[in-house]
């Protein structure tokens, strides 16, 4: 299973970025994905949780981003999107995606598991 991450870059204060995370299976075939989410680490600190959604798609976000922050999800595309408005400096980080997903294996077992995206540098800077 491999998640892409992208959508990250440098924008000033109270702009938006979109971040999107594709999930694919190198091998063997997607079964399901079932809860998707976003964290992050900055700089010095640990890696936090800033949003999730089920497969459902209720969702949950940090006290930090909420009413800012909205994440979403394309099953049809296996794609999970986080979109970031008004963005602060405090939102600097590397941002990661991280799925738990089912498959079947190129010998045809099951799989399952969590799993994690190369992450995506987000810079907000004037």
């Known amino acids: 299973v491999q998640l892409q991450a992208s959508g990250g870059g440098l924008v000033q204060p109270g702009r938006s970025l979109r971040l999107s995370c594709v999930i694919s299976v190198i091998s063997g075939r997607l079964l399901r994905i079932n809860d998707m989410a976003w964290y992050r680490q900055a700089p010095g600190k640990s890696r936090e949780l800033v949003a999730s959604i089920t497969s459902g798609g209720d969702t949950n976000y940090a006290n930090s981003v909420k009413g800012r922050f909205t994440i979403s999800r394309d099953n049809a595309k296996n794609t999970v999107y986080l979109q970031m408005n008004s963005l602060k400096a405090e939102d600097t980080a590397v941002y990661f995606c991280?799925?738990?997903?089912?498959?079947?294996?190129?010998?045809?077992?099951?799989?399952?598991?969590?799993?994690w995206g190369q992450g995506t540098q987000v810079t907000v800077s004037s």
């Open positions: 991280k799925a738990d997903v089912n498959s079947y294996s190129s010998n045809d077992e099951m799989e399952a598991g969590y799993y």
